[in-house]
């Protein structure tokens, strides 16, 4: 994705150097700047800390972070260090998925040689952006010209090595010349909508607002909202879909007014393992993400500040599942399937 002129991914790699490079997305809006990582411990932390995030991201890191260890190990056999790098990546996001996906396909290629290892991890955060890509072509000719489209957290380019799921489709409707109007919830706590993806579609020209998590109800109710697209960070064979805390109010929502609900995900994010969302790890964050907010004053110096009363405590679950019977349909790289395609493809 361009930023600034200059084309970059959010997570890459240089296995010379055993350094893992990455937008520090804790820095965004208000500043760009790339981190480097120069162990598993390293990257881990930054999976954990959520200097990057998102579901394809979160994959892409663990799997440098996997093949990092391999190389620290320099062992091509599953060394004590390798074990505990893998059990170490594995604790830092319980509910996305692709993090165990990678992880688990960079240690079986990386007991057979290093070399392996190191190249499935590559070749792990290049079929993230092949899916992403083509997820996105297909997404597309759902958009109809100067569609209002609902998105809910951050799952642009972001979230991903490159390209987004649920902002895919729609960089490649803003590139077919379709104008597409995108609301942006602000996704308390952390404000990933606010801060991540209202900068990357500004970034992109793409016509947005930013909208209090609590508004969507009344655009929709006015009949000002035509679709929503949704990321996942777990699917179950059911459909049923873990995504960032609120997703399944829009759902709701989005049933009572008559609006399409799309998820938007490579295949990668499907856990064929759960039979429904019934079973997903709800990851539960500290309160601080709730009670205390950080931004830039007037002067450009970074502030946190308490927004809640103090001596309250708060409640952080970071996602929630939306029953598959909420969703029309699946954006994936394999086209748009409906929720009960899924388990086809086991
Ligand atoms: O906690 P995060 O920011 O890692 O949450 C993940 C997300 O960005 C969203 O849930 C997103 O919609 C799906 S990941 C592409």
Redesign the pocket.
């Known amino acids: 994705m361009i930023v600034q002129g200059k084309h970059y991914k959010t997570v890459w790699f240089e296995s010379a150097s055993n350094i893992v490079y990455m937008i520090d997305q804790t820095q965004l809006p208000f500043k760009f700047e790339i981190v480097e990582l120069h162990s598993f411990e390293e990257t881990a932390e930054a999976i954990r800390n ?1 200097t990057v ?4 991201a ?1 994959g892409a890191s663990a799997a440098f972070a996997m093949a990092q260890a391999f190389i620290q190990s320099k062992k091509s056999s599953a060394s004590d260090l390798v074990w505990e790098a893998r059990k170490f990546i594995e604790a830092t ?1 319980p509910t ?1 998925v692709n993090l165990f996906y990678a992880t688990q396909k960079v240690f079986d290629a990386g007991i057979k040689s290093i070399d392996e290892g190191v190249e499935m991890a590559f070749a792990i955060a290049h079929e993230d952006e092949d899916f992403c890509k083509a997820l996105g072509e297909h997404g597309n000719t759902l958009i109809k010209p100067q569609q209002r489209i609902l998105t ?4 642009g380019w972001l ?2 090595v490159d390209y ?3 902002i895919s489709p729609i960089y490649a409707a803003h590139r077919d010349g379709k104008k597409p109007f995108v609301y942006v919830d602000e996704t308390r706590p ?1 404000g ?1 909508g606010a801060r991540l993806t209202a900068w990357e579609l500004n970034e992109n020209g793409v016509e947005h607002r930013i909208i209090a998590d609590n508004a969507a109800a009344y655009y929709m109710s006015k009949g000002m909202i035509d679709m929503v697209i ?4 777990r699917i179950a064979s059911n459909g049923d879909t ?3 805390i609120g ?1 399944l109010e829009k759902a709701i929502l989005a049933k009572e007014f008559n609006i399409p609900f799309y998820v938007a ?1 490579p295949f990668s ?1 499907i856990d064929f393992d759960s039979k429904s969302g019934a079973s997903f790890n709800i ?1 539960e964050r500290s309160d601080e993400e709730l009670l205390y907010h950080d931004g830039l004053d007037e002067q450009g110096v970074k502030r946190t500040i308490r927004m809640a009363s103090p001596g309250s405590l708060g409640l952080n679950p ?2 929630d599942v939306t029953p598959h019977n909420y969703i029309k349909g699946f954006i994936t790289n394999k086209g748009i399937l409906a929720p009960s395609q899924i388990i086809k493809f086991e």
Do not use: P, Y
């Open positions: 959520m995030r998102g579901a394809g979160i996001r996305a809910h957290c951050n799952a979230a991903f987004g799921s649920a952390r990933q949704t990321g996942a960070d873990a995504n960032k997703t995900a994010t990851e970071a996602f």
